[in-house]
């Protein structure tokens, strides 16, 4: 019958086809894909083994208790050591050798204005002050503690 013969090609090209793709993704697939979701396991363990580079307040606890307990009880206690002092890993892991960055004395207006200048895209109940006005030329830890500023 000619008409069978049209479809036993079609199917040989589908079976071979599937034969294929079966094939190529065996080899494709990473071993480790699916075992926990619709993803490469391995990948987490990957992530896992890359270099840190920021510590967490928990490490700067154990060795800086005053600053960590002054600034608890501040009104920066929701910002992190790191958000002022940089990422500070390595400091963790060697610290006599690895000085943490500290804003300098000519840099603190700057620094603390990043925040606390004023501006008009900031929300108005948020503490800012005129840079121009607010004790000019005199730096803002002279008189505010950073880890403690009220
Ligand atoms: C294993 C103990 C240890 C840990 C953990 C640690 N530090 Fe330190 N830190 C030190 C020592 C020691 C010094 C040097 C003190 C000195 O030389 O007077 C120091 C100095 C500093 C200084 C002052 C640098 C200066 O020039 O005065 C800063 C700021 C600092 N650490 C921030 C941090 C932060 C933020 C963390 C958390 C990410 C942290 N440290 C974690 C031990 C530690
Ligand atoms: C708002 C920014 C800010 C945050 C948040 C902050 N610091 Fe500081 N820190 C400073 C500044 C500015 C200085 C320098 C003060 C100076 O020289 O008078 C400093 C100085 C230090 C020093 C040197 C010794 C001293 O007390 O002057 C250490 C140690 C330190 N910080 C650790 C920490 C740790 C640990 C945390 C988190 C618990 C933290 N800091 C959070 C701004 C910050
Ligand atoms: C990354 C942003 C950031 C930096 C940098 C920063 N602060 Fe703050 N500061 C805050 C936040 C957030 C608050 C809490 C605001 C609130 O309570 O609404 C605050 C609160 C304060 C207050 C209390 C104001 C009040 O009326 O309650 C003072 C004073 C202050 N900071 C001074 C400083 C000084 C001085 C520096 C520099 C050493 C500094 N800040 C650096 C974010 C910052
Ligand atoms: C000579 C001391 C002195 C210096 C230097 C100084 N301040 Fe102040 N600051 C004060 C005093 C005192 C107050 C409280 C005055 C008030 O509430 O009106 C204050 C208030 C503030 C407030 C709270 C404003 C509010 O609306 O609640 C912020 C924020 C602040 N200062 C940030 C800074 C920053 C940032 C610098 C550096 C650019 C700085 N200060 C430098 C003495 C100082």
Excluded: W
Excluded at 39 to 62: F, I, M, Q, S, T
Excluded at 81 to 109: F, Y
């Amino acid at each position: 019958m000619k008409d069978a013969q049209h479809l036993l090609r079609v199917i040989i090209i589908f079976v071979a086809a599937l034969v294929g793709f079966l094939l190529v993704r065996s080899f494709l697939v990473p071993e480790s894909f699916g075992k926990l979701g619709h993803y490469r396991a391995n990948a987490v363990d990957d992530v896992l083994a890359l270099p840190r580079h920021y510590a967490g307040e928990p490490a700067c606890k154990k060795c800086h208790a005053q600053q960590a307990s002054d600034k608890a009880k501040s009104s920066h206690r929701h910002m992190s050591c790191e958000s002022c002092h940089g990422a500070l890993q390595a400091h963790v892991d060697s610290p006599k050798t690895v000085k943490p960055s500290k804003p300098k004395e000519n840099e603190m207006r700057a620094f603390c204005g990043n925040c606390h200048g004023k501006s008009l895209s900031r929300p108005a109940k948020f503490p800012q002050v005129d840079l121009e006005e607010h004790n000019r030329g005199m730096a803002c830890n002279q008189c505010h503690q950073p880890h403690q500023p009220k």
